[in-house]
């Protein structure tokens, strides 16, 4: 009888270890399974990242080249607007020192 139950508990030990065993090759799954997962999704992230990023560097560059064009055609527009303030003044002074000078323009 004693030899039965000694049996019997090397029995019970036996199963516990082998159960013991298999969870924590379950465990090791489970964790192995999410350490993948994490890297997918860290993969993924830095994808969608990396586009924004892209997408933001060609925006910036898009408004910067708008906004260049608009200081472009304002400076211009300024440079017009003095050189035709300044023709009348241009054009009286050359002839003023013409004269001076003694030429006379027809």
Do not use: F, W, Y
Not at 23 to 41: D, G, M, S, T, V
Not at 65 to 73: F, G, L, P, Q, W
Not at 88 to 94: A, F, G, T, W
């Amino acid at each position: 009888m004693v030899n039965l139950a000694i049996k019997r508990i090397k029995q019970v030990e036996k199963d516990c270890q082998k159960k013991l065993s298999d969870a924590h090759l379950q465990a090791e799954a489970i964790i192995q399974n999410a350490l993948k997962r994490k890297i997918e999704l860290i993969a993924q992230a830095r994808k969608e990242t990396e586009k924004r990023m892209e997408e933001l560097a060609r925006r910036a560059e898009e408004d910067a080249r708008r906004e260049s064009k608009k200081i472009v055609d304002r400076e211009k527009e300024e440079i017009r607007n003095l050189e035709e303030k300044m023709k009348p003044r241009v054009h009286k002074s050359l002839s003023r020192i013409l004269k001076e000078i003694g030429i006379q323009l027809k």
